[in-house]
């Protein structure tokens, strides 16, 4: 597809959004799971549990959201 590979975890799904391989939105939203990741496996703040239970609805939600536009990539 002639698409620049992403630096970060979080600029995945926000290019795969801007080339309709997901929609814009949920690229947008993505990006939370992004940071989430990185804070959990680089520590790179301590870990605010009250943030993690606000987020993880949203990343779950989204991730189920992902998993139906990239099923009908076929």
Known sequence: MGLVG???????VILAGQHALIS??????L???GRMRNLLVHGYE??????MEQALPI????GEQFIREV???N
């Open 46 to 51: 301590g870990i605010d549990l009250a943030k």
């Open 6 to 12: 992403p630096d970060t975890y979080a600029e995945v």
């Open 59 to 62: 990343i779950f939600r989204d």
């Open 24 to 29: 814009r939105e949920l690229g947008d939203s």
């Open 71 to 73: 099923g009908r990539w």
């Open 31 to 33: 990006k939370l799971a």
